[in-house]
């Protein structure tokens, strides 16, 4: 006899193909993480508070959400500190949704979306993003019905890296009044592209953010959401008190306070590696999506094969499906010098 809602038994747990992943043996260009260790200050600040003799204590957070409020430009009454950006994607949809609602995902899109929604027993909808126009902002606002309570929108979108103009999130928005426009801006510091400003006056607008990727401390989960003063209120009633590690937070906190090591590893990828690896791609005519993030979804003439050339090169790289069902393989953008690396292994198999 179930003891649970009766649906999750058919569901599949979300699992990234984590296996393997040892970056002693392999360049690390499969998960968009930052391919270079945190700066000094945020592992002194660990070790001196692992030495403080708090760890049997309860998190206490500080000023933390002050922080981010002066670092996002938006009052601190409208942040909200969450376990990973998921942890705040995950809430959208726990206080938005129930059984039957729907949810408009356009594919293809970071998959912790869907995975959110079956938990909830959504009906999800989706329209399909193309590389010539970007997010089916018509499609997205054709779909819009009464029961569409959720409407996600990744910021870059993950594999594609395409970027969203504000006026097109307005837009949708202002087409579903009734429905949480979900914007994903977890690739922020790469594409500079935010709706932030526009909370207050379109208070469907839910932004998360992540700690994960420039930051560089997805193994700590630390994240943050940011939304109208009332919709962060009731948030904060489902969110729990201590959801927080205080680990992640002192990390967080002193990236914040050193955050050069972050500003210069963004200015080499996009202004540096970036461009060299879009020069190489124009240059034997792969196909590869525009993205204003730190990755490129790239089309060669034969993924699964080029995949195993890496491999062998102990490169790791993530094989994502388009909606005609093509492979292309994702590719997360690091230094210079390590996409130099990666091109000598292009070079010699493309």
Known sequence: MPIFKSHLYKLSAYKPPLEGRDPA?????????????????????LIEYIRSDKIQLYPSYGDIVERLSVYSGVPAESVMITNGSDQGIELVFRSCAKAGDEVIIPEPNFAMYAQCAKIENMKVVAPHYSREGGLPVDDIIAAV?????????ANPNNPSGVGVPSSDIIKIAQAAPHACILVDECYFEYSKMT??????????????????????IPSLRFGYLMASKENVTALLSVRGPYDINQMAVVAARA???????TE????EVMTESKPLLEKFLDGKNIIYWPSCANYIWMFPSSPDELEKKLVEAHILVRPKLDASGATGLRVTIGTVEQTRRLLSVLEANL
Do not use: M, Q
């Open 145 to 153: 019905t009464a029961k569409t309570r959720v409407i996600c929108i």
């Open 25 to 45: 043996e392999h360049l690390l260009l499969d998960f968009n993480e930052r391919t270079l260790p945190v700066g000094k200050a945020v592992r002194d600040a």
């Open 264 to 267: 210069r590893y963004v200015h």
């Open 195 to 216: 709706v932030v400003e526009y909370l207050n006056e379109y208070t469907n607008i839910v932004v998360t953010r992540t700690f994960s990727k420039t930051w560089g």
């Open 255 to 261: 990236a914040l306070d050193n955050p050069e090591y």
